[in-house]
C-alpha cells in the first residue's frame, strides 16, 4: 500500500511541478473545442504521470484523460487525471491540480492529488487515512458550522453537459442546495476541492453523474478522511459528519 501511494505522489508531483512552471510563465495556450478545452500541458502533463506508474508498475492497465488505455492486469488499474481545472488553468485561474488512483475489484485502494500552486499534496489509502503535506487529516479537524453555514461544492459529468435534461436536473440540483447551505460552489476542479473537503474546509461535496478519474481519487479522499456519505445512482453526497449530509441529502431528495 505504502509503495502505491509512494508511486502515486511521485506521478502527481512530477506533473504538479511542471504545471506550476507552465501557470507561473503564462504558458497557457489553449485549443478551444466545442464542450471542451485542451492544452498541450495536458499531454506533458500526463506524460509524466503515465512514465512515473509504468516505471514501477509495468503490468498495471492505465486509463489516462488524454492519451487512452494501456493495458495490463485487470485487478489493478490507474485512473489518471493529470490536469484536472483546464479551463480555468487557460484562463489564467490558479485552480486546477492533478490526480492519480489505483483501483482495484473493491475500488479505489491508492490515490494522490496535487495542487501545484497552493503546493499542497494530498494523500489517501484505503483503511488508512488522509495526509496532507505528511500530517494526517480529517474532515472533522475543520470548522463545526450548521449545515446553513457550510459551503458545499458540486461537479457535474460529462453526460450532463451533453444532455439538456440532465443539465436541467443538475441546475434543480444546484437550487436545492442554495436553499440550504450558505455558498454552493460550481467547481471545474473538483480534485482540488476534495482536498478542502477531506481537512474539513468544506461542509459538503456533491456529485451528479461525475467523471470516474476525479470521482475515484475524491470518494476515497472523502471516506478516509471520515466524511459520512449517501449515494443514489449518478448521485453521491458526502458530508462532514452526518448532520451535513442529511441535510444536503434531504434538499435535493
Known amino acids: 500500500m505504502d509503495e502505491y501511494a509512494d508511486v502515486a505522489s511521485e506521478a502527481v508531483e512530477r506533473a504538479g511541478t511542471y504545471l506550476g512552471e507552465r501557470f507561473a510563465a503564462g504558458d497557457l495556450d489553449a485549443d478551444f473545442r466545442a464542450g471542451d478545452v485542451k492544452t498541450r500541458a495536458d499531454h506533458e502533463a500526463e506524460r509524466r504521470v503515465v512514465e512515473t506508474i509504468r516505471a514501477a508498475f509495468p503490468d498495471h492497465a492505465i486509463v489516462a484523460e488524454e492519451s487512452g488505455e494501456y493495458p495490463g492486469r485487470v485487478d489493478r488499474r490507474w485512473v489518471v487525471d493529470a490536469l484536472d481545472g483546464t479551463n480555468n488553468f487557460a484562463a489564467g485561474i490558479p485552480t486546477f491540480g492533478a490526480a492519480a488512483t489505483l483501483i482495484d475489484d473493491r475500488g479505489p485502494l491508492a490515490t494522490a492529488v496535487h495542487v501545484p500552486v497552493t503546493e499542497d499534496l494530498y494523500v489517501a489509502r484505503r483503511?488508512?487515512?488522509?495526509?496532507?503535506?505528511?500530517?494526517?487529516?480529517?474532515?472533522?479537524?475543520?470548522?463545526?458550522?450548521?449545515?446553513?453555514?457550510?459551503?458545499?461544492?458540486?461537479?457535474?459529468?460529462?453526460?450532463?453537459?451533453?444532455?439538456?435534461?440532465?443539465?436541467?436536473?443538475?441546475?434543480?440540483?444546484?437550487?436545492?442546495?442554495?436553499?440550504?447551505?450558505?455558498?454552493?460552489?460550481?467547481?471545474?476542479?473538483?480534485?482540488?476541492?476534495?482536498?478542502?473537503?477531506?481537512?474539513?474546509?468544506?461542509?459538503?461535496?456533491?456529485?451528479?453523474?461525475?467523471?470516474?478519474?476525479?470521482?475515484?481519487?475524491?470518494?476515497?479522499?472523502?471516506?478516509?478522511?471520515?466524511?459520512?456519505?449517501?449515494?443514489?445512482?449518478?448521485?453521491?453526497?458526502?458530508?462532514?459528519?452526518?448532520?451535513?449530509?442529511?441535510?444536503?441529502?434531504?434538499?435535493?431528495?
Open 127 to 253: 483503511g488508512e487515512g488522509v495526509i496532507h503535506d505528511g500530517t494526517p487529516v480529517a474532515a472533522a479537524d475543520g470548522p463545526d458550522p450548521l449545515p446553513h453555514h457550510a459551503t458545499v461544492a458540486i461537479v457535474l459529468g460529462a453526460p450532463v453537459l451533453a444532455s439538456e435534461s440532465l443539465h436541467a436536473e443538475y441546475a434543480s440540483l444546484v437550487a436545492d442546495l442554495e436553499g440550504v447551505a450558505k455558498r454552493v460552489i460550481r467547481t471545474w476542479a473538483p480534485v482540488v476541492y476534495w482536498g478542502l473537503l477531506a481537512r474539513g474546509r468544506l461542509g459538503g461535496f456533491v456529485s451528479f453523474y461525475p467523471d470516474e478519474r476525479e470521482q475515484a481519487a475524491g470518494s476515497l479522499l472523502a471516506r478516509e478522511a471520515g466524511c459520512s456519505e449517501y449515494s443514489d445512482g449518478p448521485l453521491t453526497v458526502f458530508g462532514r459528519d452526518d448532520r451535513t449530509c442529511d441535510a444536503l441529502r434531504d434538499a435535493i431528495s
